[in-house]
């Protein structure tokens, strides 16, 4: 297995960065190193805890609006149709990286939703692919000019956390060469396979977050639950350390005391102060809250 290339080793990484990883995501002043050099990141919250109905199901209805809602706001158009095309333009290429794990996918309904409205922007139909664990081989994603992540945020045995930066691991031919030292490597792969430049929106989908994990691949009902909302940011750091605060606070809501992310997804503030990709400190993310306010978290 290959080394994450920064000359970290876990115990190296762990002994002296850890406090300062969990300061940064939590927003603790102190210990976190020098401030990006780089702007401010907007990033969107927007809940609707009656996007999950009674039986578990999800409103389609309403994921839209929630979607179409955020995508307004994040770039601040004045409509819906006018946003999208504000990312997208006829001539693009776009690739939708989904994620399908059994337990915890990207909903059926927002990865369709997302689909029409990149075509409603004027991008023709075969130049428009989801995809997941196929895009190296897609012919629509070895030829795309646009990208839009999209995944579930949950608990994550390598990684501590399975966020949009993990999400792109997909792109690379080995993806367990970058598990290593709890996936801290994650965010070089963005610029790797010029995955950075070529992402026009990372949405986190917060509707029901997976907290707690236990074991590869491991889940449980008791551990999701329903937080109703998306993450939205064209910056995948910010939005990611923003997933990240809200699943600690569950973390030690549902524990009854602080019970730390484990392994600790360092790989979100790396991919910051290592690989310049975004901001992870709370201090340089206006974080915009739109919808339900009850039990936000954050």
Partial sequence: MSDCGSGLTRRGFLGGSLAATVA???GRRGGAGPPAKRGRSRVVLIRDPEVIGEDGA???ERLVRMLDRGVTTLVEAEDAASAWRRLFRPDD????KSNVWAYLRTPPALEGAIRRRILGAGVAPENVAVDDRGVRGNRVFKRATALVNVRPMRAHHWSGLGTCLKNYIMFVPRPSAYHENACARLGSLWKEYGLAAKTRLN????LTPQFHG????GYSSRYVWGYGGLILGTDPVAVDATGARIIQA???LFFGEHRPISPPPHHIQLADTVHGLGNSNPARIDLIR???Q???LI
Avoid: A
């Fill in 250 to 252: 569950k973390r030690d």
């Fill in 203 to 206: 949405i986190l989908v917060m």
């Fill in 214 to 217: 236990v074991g590869p691949h």
């Fill in 290 to 292: 739109i919808g339900s």
């Fill in 294 to 296: 009850e039990g936000v």
């Fill in 24 to 26: 940064v995501l939590l």
């Fill in 58 to 60: 999800l409103s389609t």
């Fill in 93 to 96: 290429v776009v690739g939708v």
